[in-house]
């Protein structure tokens, strides 16, 4: 084991993994992290807590993480090379595991242009595969960036993203394969509702050996309404949402928009199970939490193997 | 070359406003390129701000000259005495020339009629790009001579991000991906194994990182 988190437990022994996603508030409230907490509570392995998601300000990712643990559930907390250096990173890792956090999803980060500091100086000190390698000699070399070794060294389970519908199509494969060769012992993927590109890349992925080396999460999650459907089709960088989901939520009335949207997402779940390579799902379902239980329930994927 | 772009003639007006007689000074090299602070600028700024204080019925003068390079000491040195007449001396070079008018006349009031904006070059007329950050430890030989520093969002050095959509940039759809252009040149040069390699965290103390950089030459010094 590398950081006996129920998570790395539940992805070595084999089952079929499903995580959860909670948005930070824009707030110090800790009664909304107590709220969606309960809603996400025994239906999934793992809780990501985003790290000032799409570059807004909201509460820190550890520090959620930290109260998570405290109500019974573990966190997988996110870090974006965007707001710190190999400084602040590093620092805050060793707290993080020393408060018991175990898994870690390392990112580069939306750019500071899309959120609500735009005029923010962006960091990018590191970008992710660095930060995914930096973590790494953190965990089994007991060594800083620089060199220097530590006493006791932080242990996580470390995670990657990758974007498998993301420019040049052919290279993301291979990006993977850099972050696994960095360290990532899991990838959650981008949300997926186009399909067949993503068996195509996770063909490509396998003849790669990726999935051998590492445990691939689908990225899911349940659309609300047709609005947030052409959003992310039209404004989102990097998301694909063919014209066929966006029909299938058009053809039900307005009222049973959100219900197809659950079904829908249980329907893309059973898809990707069945693609070799995968090994779980990553439900993003921010701000409709309360889905995530019926979702996973519609999808075969309940009850949780308590290990 | 250095590109810049005249600062709004509201912001000029007040940057001399305390001042009556103020000395436009352009620069041959970089700036005249970019169309920003070379002699037909510094006419076209001068007879604006005559206008404008004229409008506002102040007593200003506004005297124009234009030297061949304002970073170097002996090029400013030939209107020595045009700068000495003058209150103020309003600056259309790069943030280079502007300190090198501040150093070598103490007394003066120097003061920035461009906003210096990056290093670059025009790809057509009237569209100037961004092209080198002066990062100190030029990676170009690694990424087919495109830079990712300079021309990633992000300066990634491991491949682009997820947002590279149909060959732009996720930050601003009308920027290519620096990424991008790399992988398609890579892959005609027969060279995209190169994406593959690891790259190491940049050594950022050879950027601005590591306090202002100084290159010392011992052969040249006399
Ligand atoms: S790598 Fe550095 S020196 Fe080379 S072009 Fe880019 S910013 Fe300039
Ligand atoms: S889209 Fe391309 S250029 Fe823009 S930040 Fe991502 S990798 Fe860099």
């Not at chain 1, 239906?43 to 820190?60: K, L, P, W």
């Not at chain 1, 003849?207 to 689908?218: P, V």
């Not at chain 2, 732009?168 to 190169?194: F, N, S, T």
Request: proline share 5%; glycine share 10%; charged share 25%.
């Amino acid at each position: 084991m590398k950081a006996g988190s129920n998570l790395e437990k539940v992805l070595s022994s084999g089952h079929f993994a499903a995580t959860g996603e909670l948005g930070p508030p824009k707030s110090a409230d800790p009664e909304v992290i107590k709220r969606k907490a309960a809603l996400l509570k025994g239906f999934v392995d793992a809780v990501n807590i985003t790290d000032n998601q799409t570059a807004i300000v909201r509460m820190s990712s550890i520090s959620v993480g930290t109260m998570l643990m405290g109500l019974g559930i573990e966190p997988t907390i996110q870090m974006t090379c965007r707001d710190r250096n190999r400084l602040a990173i590093q620092a805050d890792l060793l707290g993080a595991s020393a408060l018991g956090i175990r898994n870690l999803l390392c990112l580069t980060g939306d750019h500071q242009h899309f959120g609500n500091h735009p005029k923010a100086r962006g960091v990018y000190d590191l970008d992710s595969v660095c930060l995914i390698a930096m973590v790494k000699g953190m965990r089994d070399e007991k060594k800083f960036d620089c060199g220097e070794e530590m006493d006791v060294e932080p242990r996580f389970l470390i995670g990657a993203a990758e974007n498998p519908f993301a420019d040049p199509f052919d290279y993301r494969p291979y990006r993977l394969a850099k972050k696994i060769t960095a360290g990532a012992d899991f990838v959650q993927t981008q949300l997926i509702y186009n399909v067949p590109k993503f068996r195509e890349f996770m063909r490509r992925v396998c003849d790669l050996g990726l999935d051998k080396r590492c445990h691939i999460l689908a990225g899911v999650g349940p659309i609300k309404s047709i609005g947030m459907a052409r959003y992310m089709q039209k404004s989102v960088p990097g998301m694909d949402v063919p014209e066929d989901i966006i029909g299938r939520l058009k053809a039900v009335p307005k009222e049973q928009v959100r219900k197809e949207g659950i079904k829908q997402c249980a329907d893309i779940i059973r898809e990707v199970r069945d693609i070799p390579g995968v090994a779980g799902v990553h439900v993003m379902a921010i701000e409709w939490e309360e889905a995530v239980q019926e979702i996973l329930e519609l999808a075969g994927l309940l009850p949780r193997p308590t290990l | 070359m250095i590109k810049a772009k005249q600062k709004p003639l509201a912001e000029i007006r007040a940057l001399i406003a305390p001042y009556q007689k103020i000395l436009i000074l352009g620069c041959g090299t970089c700036v005249t390129i970019s169309f920003a602070g070379g002699e037909k600028e510094v006419g076209l700024l001068a007879s604006s701000l005559r206008i404008a204080a004229g409008m506002d019925g102040l007593q200003k003068t506004f005297a124009e000259a234009t030297v061949q390079r304002q970073c170097e000491w002996e090029f400013i040195d030939a209107v020595a005495d045009q700068i000495k007449r003058a209150d103020a001396v309003l600056s259309l070079a790069c943030g280079i020339g502007v300190q090198a008018l501040a150093e070598r006349y103490p007394d003066k009031v120097v003061l920035p009629g461009v906003n210096t904006t990056f290093l670059g070059m025009a790809i057509e007329h009237g569209v100037l790009v961004e092209r080198c950050r002066a990062c100190g430890d030029c990676v170009l030989g690694l990424t087919a001579g495109i830079c990712p520093i300079a021309r990633c969002a992000k300066n990634l050095l491991n491949g682009p991000c997820g947002g590279s959509q149909k060959g732009k940039c996720e930050v601003d759809p009308e920027m290519d991906c620096a990424w991008q252009l790399i992988y398609d040149r890579l892959a005609r040069l027969g060279q995209l194994d190169r994406m593959e390699v690891l790259q190491p965290p940049k050594d950022w103390a050879k950027d601005y990182d590591g306090g202002p950089r100084k290159i010392v030459r011992e052969d040249l010094r006399l």
